[in-house]
């Protein structure tokens, strides 16, 4: 799409920033991110960039909503388009009669959500443009329910700083795919639990039943197959201790606003 060629040029701004100039682009794709010095290069930029970031850009500023009509016809499935495990494969068998959220961790009302409960409760509309660390973009329509609003009525500790979420698909053998971000994402308007998509129930292969759409940051960031939300204070409790598959993984930026 045309969008792409603006989003790039962004992305590779903020990374200039945040490196020193470099203007390095980090690509799903790229076989640097397998280099060990390479990697290293970009875990020195990572606070960088979070803070350049927020220093040209208000987190509290809506992400654009386009028309029907600007919707792409095709809206790319990228990663991981099945689930994975044996659960979500239970799950998916009863079309998620059973399946519940689970809204816990740093909370003072831990909350269990079945999908029916979910789609009753007030809901937010958006067509919003998801643009992936690859290069691609595409503008799609999405329902779901406002993070904000569940993580009030799970009476969120002021201790909280961060939401991470679990999802039910793997990347190997004990390694189950997560992601996070801050209170500042965790409450903005658009962040929601995504359960539709163009209209109909959102497809497995874009995360049924449930993934996270944080409008302002890029592609990897919007979890698919989330099965549980938890509130902590500190990201280096989990697995890599970067808040996300990805970041632990491949060192990509934790923080990846656009």
């Not at 999802?167 to 409450?187: H, K, M, N, R, T």
């Amino acid at each position: 799409m045309s969008d792409t060629k603006m989003i790039l040029p962004r992305r590779k701004f903020l990374s200039a920033a945040a490196l020193g100039g470099g203007g390095l682009l980090l690509s799903g794709c790229d076989a640097l991110t397998e280099d060990a010095g390479f990697r290293s290069f970009l875990r020195t930029g990572e606070a960088l960039n979070k803070g350049a970031h927020r220093l040209i850009s208000d987190r509290s500023a809506l992400a654009p909503e386009f028309s029907a009509a600007d919707m792409s016809p095709v809206f790319k499935a990228n990663g991981s388009i099945t689930g994975g495990t044996a659960e979500y494969a239970a799950h998916l068998a009863t079309k998620f009669t059973d399946w519940q959220l689970r809204i816990d961790g740093m909370v003072r009302n831990p909350l269990n959500l079945d999908l029916a409960k979910l789609m009753a409760m007030p809901s937010r509309e958006q067509i919003t443009r998801h643009d992936c660390v690859e290069g691609w973009s595409a503008i799609g329509k999405w329902r779901g329910t406002p993070l904000g609003m569940l993580l009030k009525q799970a009476d969120l500790s002021t201790k909280a700083r961060y939401i991470v979420f679990h999802c039910a698909d793997q990347w190997g053998p004990g390694v189950p795919y997560y992601e996070s971000v801050d209170l500042i994402d965790a409450f903005h308007p658009q962040t929601i639990l995504a359960w539709g998509m163009n209209d109909g129930v959102l497809p497995v292969r874009h995360g049924a039943p449930l993934r996270l759409r944080v409008e302002r940051q890029l592609g990897y960031k919007h979890a698919k197959y989330v099965m549980r939300v938890e509130a902590t204070d500190d990201l280096g409790k989990f697995f890599g201790g970067k808040g996300g598959y990805w970041e632990d993984a491949h060192d990509y930026d934790w923080y990846a606003g656009i």
